[in-house]
């Protein structure tokens, strides 16, 4: 069984910043995608930004700019850098590790950017 851990997650201004780690534990396959999803109240969970293990990332547009995923595979940790944070970037972050068909997901931090 695998095990996403989250944190890093928190109250900001607008324009602040913000870190979210995630770290996998178990068993755990190598060749990997990792991700950040969000969950606005009201809307459905969507992609924020994924990386495979080779390093190859892919963002929302929304957060092009000011998002940067990055991923240590040696500790099976995966980050989100949050920049120039706008109020419109709250919700619920939830951490994924995908093999395929096959998604794990952490608990979910809360992220909240106040106006």
């Known amino acids: ?34 991700g950040w999803y969000r969950q606005a109240s009201g809307r459905q969970r969507e992609l924020v930004a994924h990386i495979t293990s080779d390093g190859s990332t892919n963002y929302a547009d929304s957060v092009k700019g000011r998002f940067t995923i990055s991923r240590d595979n040696a500790k099976n940790t995966v980050y989100l850098q949050m920049d120039s944070l706008k109020p419109e970037d709250t919700a619920v972050f939830y951490c994924n590790l995908n093999w395929g068909t096959i998604n794990f997901w952490g608990q979910g931090t809360q992220v909240t950017v106040s106006s």
């Open 1 to 34: 069984q695998v095990q996403l851990v989250e944190s890093g997650g928190g109250l900001v201004q607008a324009g602040g910043s913000l870190r979210l780690s995630c770290t996998a534990s178990g068993r755990i396959f190598r060749i990997n995608v990792m």
